[in-house]
């Protein structure tokens, strides 16, 4: 069964930068056509796609975060990361990690994070 | 960014039927594909639905998708205690390979 868990600090100062891995276990991260994917829930507020990254590192990120977000893939730890540049309050948020097979969908989750952007 | 609108909540009683809305407009829904996901608290989300109205292996089958136009709904038959969850369309983008929009959300209540 496959399994996904977020880790990363809980708390971040504003301006600076979010750094979340989201490990990815029962199963390889090295799959063609398969996409790793980060989503956010600020409380109150519904869900936000942040970006997908592909094993060989082929990205796409919502545009409006484009300018902020940098996400990378290690193979060898099976792991896959996210960086938000000069956070604010605004990105407080329960962070997910997700997986995007072969279908246009989301297959397996892990249970969130969440980050608080405060001084 | 758009959002998709979903009622905040809706609630039934063991074993009745509950509908789900999720409305969109055409540059989404009414081009792209429909998933629907359950949200528990400090559990990890699930797929319920994919490809507008496919149940993934393991979804019970009291759960089922359709798509018409620019809307979405999911049905949720035989209410159980623990469909008491929150529940969010997404409409995906094959150019983004992620969701471009979710929904804003549907509270269900098990009275």
């Known amino acids: 069964q496959l399994q996904l868990q977020e880790s990363g600090p809980g708390l971040v100062k504003p301006s600076e930068t979010l750094s979340l891995t989201c490990s990815v276990s029962?199963?390889?991260?090295?799959?063609?056509?398969?996409?790793w994917v980060w989503i956010r829930q600020p409380p109150g507020k519904e869900l936000e796609w942040i970006g997908s990254i592909s094993y060989s590192g082929t990205t796409y990120y919502n545009p409006s975060l484009k300018s902020r977000v940098t996400m990378s893939v290690d193979t060898s730890k099976n792991q896959f990361s996210l960086k938000l540049d000069s956070v604010t309050d605004a990105d407080t948020a329960v962070y997910y990690c997700a997986r995007k097979p072969s279908n246009p969908c989301l297959d397996y989750w892990g249970q969130g994070t969440l980050v608080t952007v405060s001084s | 960014q758009s959002v998709l609108t979903q009622p905040p909540s809706a609630s039934g009683t063991p074993g009745q039927r509950v509908t789900i809305s999720c409305s969109g407009s055409s540059s989404d829904i009414g081009s792209n594909t429909v998933n629907w996901y359950q949200l528990l608290p400090g559990t990890a989300p699930k797929l319920l639905i994919h490809r507008n109205n496919q149940r993934p292996s393991g979804v019970p089958d009291r759960f089922s998708g359709s798509k018409s136009g620019t809307s979405a709904s999911l049905a949720i038959s035989g209410l159980q205690s623990e469909d008491e969850a929150d529940y969010y369309c997404a409409a995906w983008d094959d150019s983004l390979n992620g969701p471009r929009v979710f929904g804003t959300g549907t509270k269900v209540t098990v009275l």
């Open positions: 029962g199963g390889s991260i090295a799959i063609n056509n398969y996409f």
